[in-house]
């Protein structure tokens, strides 16, 4: 099964799409998978596994639709501060993306499959 990043989109900062997309565009899926799976797994940029990609990704689903309007498999800097400059973040003295003198701060959490 595939591993998804999800936001708390309710609450702020991430209930706005402009960070979202930051976000996303800060991604490589290809070295994430190569990293994570090692390389046993390819990257994808929808929320279900591989193996239901032939039944959700066919060339006329409203899926594939969105992934390719939003080019969402794309990662790029350009984008990222676009997208941040977008959200009202800006870099501050040390390059931290910051809004209103408030560095953006978050937090990940993992599944602990090891004991």
């Known amino acids: 099964c595939a591993y998804s990043i999800f936001f708390n989109n309710m609450v702020a900062p991430w209930n706005d799409v402009n960070l979202r997309r930051a976000v996303n565009s800060a991604m490589d899926r290809t070295?994430?998978?190569?990293?994570a799976y090692e390389g046993a797994m390819?990257?994808?940029t929808f929320a279900f596994s591989g193996y239901m990609a032939g039944t959700w990704l066919t060339?006329?689903?409203p899926l594939t639709a969105v992934l390719d309007r939003y080019n969402v498999d794309n990662p790029s800097q350009a984008d990222v501060d676009?997208?941040?400059a977008a959200g009202g973040y800006e870099r501050d003295a040390e390059g931290f993306w910051s809004k209103d003198g408030e560095r953006i701060d978050f937090?990940?959490?993992t599944p602990a499959f090891i004991p």
């Not at 070295?31 to 990293?35: G, H, P, Q, R």
């Open 31 to 35: 070295e994430l998978a190569d990293i």
């Open 42 to 44: 390819p990257p994808n």
């Open 59 to 61: 060339p006329d689903s």
């Open 82 to 84: 676009a997208n941040m």
């Open 107 to 109: 937090l990940v959490r």
